[in-house]
């Protein structure tokens, strides 16, 4: 009995230790100047379609997952002119994008 639940402890210290590394993988991540020009060239693109000037809330400061990031984008992409135009408007999902300084 002990040691089943030995092996069951190792099988799951062996699955966080592998859950860990892939979460830190560089290949899930931009750096903090790709996420940022990669921001910019979106809101660019939507402004230009919007006939507006809008910049990005803030800055990203270190690495950003690419998926949160192309959530954001594809949020932007959808949002209808009127409401882009709206002043202080910002998708949730580009507020909702969290920064890893590893």
């Known amino acids: 009995m002990k040691l089943f639940f ?7 210290f ?3 230790l592998s859950f860990h590394c892939i979460q830190n993988r ?4 931009y750096t903090a100047q790709e996420g940022n020009q ?3 060239e979106t809101y660019t693109l939507k402004n230009s379609s919007c006939g507006t000037n809008k910049l990005p809330g ?13 959530l954001c984008f594809r949020a932007i992409e959808l949002t ?6 709206t002043e202080g408007y910002v998708p949730g999902s ?9």
């Open 14 to 16: 062996l699955c966080g």
């Open 38 to 40: 990669k921001t910019f």
């Open 80 to 85: 209808d002119c009127v409401t882009w135009n």
């Open 26 to 29: 560089d290949d899930l991540f």
């Open 58 to 70: 803030a800055l990203l400061l270190g690495r950003v997952k690419i998926d949160d990031l192309k």
């Open 6 to 12: 030995s092996k069951i402890g190792i099988s799951l």
């Open 94 to 102: 580009c507020k909702a994008i969290g920064t890893s300084f590893k």
